[in-house]
């Protein structure tokens, strides 16, 4: 099968030499450095027991992150921390060594030449023996950090190796005990300090800081960068062509966007051109630089990817072979395999991954394309419509959640990743791919170029939502918004697609002016079909059933504020609708032999009767009144409390809805049934509601 054009931009930018490491080392002299410490004073290095002891007694034990909280458990981190507001660094040539270092570190990391880095003291920690860190990964503390520096001062001590682990890669580094040893890694790495097995490790940690140059920003926007073409041709071709489903079938429309997985995780506060690490900074200006060159528009994305794979657990053998699972399944195979947090955490590893099962993904935030702020979003990533140079399976899930043998499949591992992303659309569909992941501000961008007089515009943009709009159903609160861009647009086709996800659910008298203006732009016929749209004829299950009968409470204050604004006719079309509903439900309910089950119900839709009945014209209410007298005698369950409820009205309400009519009814019903003959002794035959056949009993 032929390569996609998205799988070659993928295997462009994956064949390039990689750009930076995750982590660099150097070493520095020591003699050019000066530490002082509250409560302690200079600090002379190398460091000897009797100081190190000193700053232990200034010190207090060091604390974790874990989610928005900050906890202290010496199972997870054992060490002393002495905060920044307690020790000053100095020292001839300290601040140049310094300087030296970060420009150092920001080439071998491989962010963009123009980046300054800069170094924010976070903390001195000192571990002596059995001491350590298990791992973990650094939470950004500020938007513009991008890592951490750990530098290592001098001491005579065994352990206290730090691991930095990315992508499947691990490092170790172990300090020097005559020089300073200066580490720097990115902090979406995982890392750990091991035990110390004699002697002290003494630490400073610094948060790394990236700021970019004004002229590096307009650099990468202006499209300047590198080698692009190629990277532009398969961007207007994945655009341009039919994809193709991943399990075969048809062809499917030509994607309106790509989305393309970086190799590190970032913050929403982190997310910028201008902080991206290692290759993913080289990648995405080629990718910046290829969709000025295609027409398109570039933003970044944060997303969670979650993966089923067939695997192979611990311990080899083949899960196909039934011995296997004879001898060695048994229900404790399933764990949570979450790194850092408990059993399995740092098994994942050891599990053989056999074929993917099933996989999604989810965008979660994503930047405006002018690159200032982002917004939440939430969009489902189709296969067609996503590559990546680095498949998830080389990078650390942060959770993973393996399932042994079930009988019906074998065993599987779930794993959940954190990526970022670029993510690309045609410039001329820019407008349909972010009202997509936005439904409700597309519709209020229409709104306000309603306004301002765009029109011709406006109506093309809206159209361009026709696609996907059914299946984006915007949120409840956006219909007011939804009802004056649709009254405006004046195109009916167009006005009836924004209109029809949601659900008559939604209205109140607040929308009465605005669904009175749509009504009035577009005519009685089409205001009858985008009612019979929100009430389909056909009873099918849906979220909405369950709170209709809540709606109905306030129709008649809907249909009173429509006919204050000149439009009875929607406010018959929608006590009519109602009615049907009910209709529906009494039908259905009746004919229920059980008394149990049907005597609670039909006494729930009493009151939505009685409301019903207020707010539908004389013509529906006679109608009504001639429809129920053709139900059985279990209507009465539903009737009279309808009544009740019809009684708590103000007497001149009452009578303007001529709830008399619907008591007349229930009279004669009444007393029709006490007339009836008593039964004959030992007669026990019941008559079964519904059917008209009477069985013994």
């Known amino acids: 099968m032929a390569i996609s054009a998205r799988e070659r931009l993928a295997r462009l930018l994956g064949g390039s030499d990689p750009v930076g490491s995750f982590a660099a080392r150097m070493n520095a002299p020591a003699d050019a450095f000066r530490l002082d410490v509250e409560g302690v004073g200079p600090v002379v290095l190398p460091l000897r027991a009797p100081r190190t002891k000193k700053l232990i007694e200034v010190a207090r034990p060091a604390k974790f992150g874990r989610g928005e909280e900050t906890l202290s458990d010496p199972g997870v981190r054992d060490t002393w921390e002495i905060t920044p507001d307690r020790f000053e660094l100095d020292g001839r040539g300290w601040v140049p060594m310094l300087d030296a270092a970060l420009e150092y570190f920001r080439d071998e990391l491989g962010l963009p030449a123009k980046t300054r880095l800069r170094a924010e003291p976070h903390a001195l920690l000192v571990y002596g023996k059995g001491q350590f860190f298990l791992p973990h990964q650094d939470s950004e503390k500020d938007d513009a950090m991008v890592g951490t520096l750990v530098v290592s001062l001098p001491s005579a001590h065994t352990g206290g190796e730090l691991v930095v682990e990315h992508g499947g890669e691990s490092r170790v580094y172990q300090a020097s005990k005559e020089r300073l040893t200066f580490v720097a890694f990115y902090a979406d790495c995982r890392h750990e300090v091991k035990p110390v097995k004699s002697g002290y490790r003494v630490t400073l940690t610094f948060n790394l800081l990236a700021e970019a140059e004004a002229e590096a920003e307009a650099e990468a926007a202006s499209g300047d960068v590198g080698p692009v073409a190629d990277l532009a041709a398969c961007l207007t071709e994945h655009f341009a ?300 299950w849906r979220v909405s059933g369950a709170d209709r009968g809540e709606w109905v409470q306030g129709l008649p204050q809907l249909c009173d504020a429509l006919r204050a604004a000149g439009d009875s006719y929607t406010a018959r079309l929608l006590a009519d609708a109602a009615w049907r509903w009910l209709e529906e439900e009494l039908g259905l309910w009746c004919a229920r032999a059980r008394a149990e089950e049907r005597g609670p119900r039909l006494a729930e839709l009493g009151p939505p009767l009685a409301r019903v009945w207020q707010a539908a014209e004389d013509e529906r209410r006679a109608a009504i009144a001639q429809a129920l007298r053709g139900y059985p005698d279990t209507v009465l369950e539903c009737v009279v409390p309808a009544l009740r409820a019809a009684a708590k009205l103000p007497a001149q309400v009452r009578g303007a809805a001529g709830v008399a009519l619907l008591a007349r009814d229930c009279v004669g019903r009444l007393e029709a049934f006490l007339a009836t003959p008593q039964r004959a002794e030992g007669d026990w035959s019941i008559t079964w509601a519904g059917c008209g056949v009477a069985r013994n009993a």
Request: hydrophobic share 40%; net charge negative.
């Open 241 to 540: 062509e039919p994809a193709l489903p991943r399990w075969g079938g048809r062809e499917l429309p030509p994607p309106n966007r790509l989305v393309y997985l970086l190799d590190h995780e970032y913050t929403q506060r982190g997310l910028s051109w201008s902080r991206l690490k290692g290759a993913d900074a080289e990648r995405a200006a080629l990718l910046r630089a290829a969709a000025a060159r295609a027409g398109c528009e570039a933003v970044l994305a944060l997303a969670e990817v979650k993966e089923t794979w067939d695997a192979y657990p611990p311990g080899g053998g083949d899960p196909w072979d039934r011995d296997y699972y004879d001898d060695s399944y048994d229900e404790e195979d399933e764990e949570d395999l979450a790194p850092g947090t408990g059993s399995g955490a740092d098994d994942y590893a050891d599990y053989e991954l056999n074929d993917l099962i099933d996989d999604e993904i989810t965008l979660g935030w994503w930047t405006r394309p002018d690159g200032g702020g982002g917004e939440a979003i939430c969009l489902p990533v189709s296969y067609e419509e996503r590559c990546a140079s680095t498949p998830n399976k080389n990078l650390e899930p942060f959770q993973s959640e393996y399932e042994g043998y079930m009988g019906n499949y074998g065993d599987t591992l779930d794993c959940w990743y954190r990526r970022s992303a670029v993510l690309l659309w045609p410039r001329e569909r820019a407008f349909a791919a972010r009202a997509e992941a936005g439904p409700e501000g597309a519709l209020a961008e229409l709104r306000d170029r309603i306004a301002a007089g765009e029109l011709d515009r406006v109506r093309a943009d809206a159209a361009s939502l026709a696609p996907f709009w059914p299946q984006t159903a915007p949120r409840d609160e956006a219909l007011g918004t939804a009802l004056e861009v649709a009254a405006g647009l004046g195109v009916p086709g167009t006005a009836a697609m924004l209109l029809e996800p949601f659900r008559a659910e939604v209205l109140t008298p607040d929308h009465a002016d605005a669904l009175a203006a749509v009504a009035g732009a577009y005519g009685r016929e089409w205001m009858r079909e985008l009612v019979g749209g929100w009430f389909p004829a056909q009873r099918v």
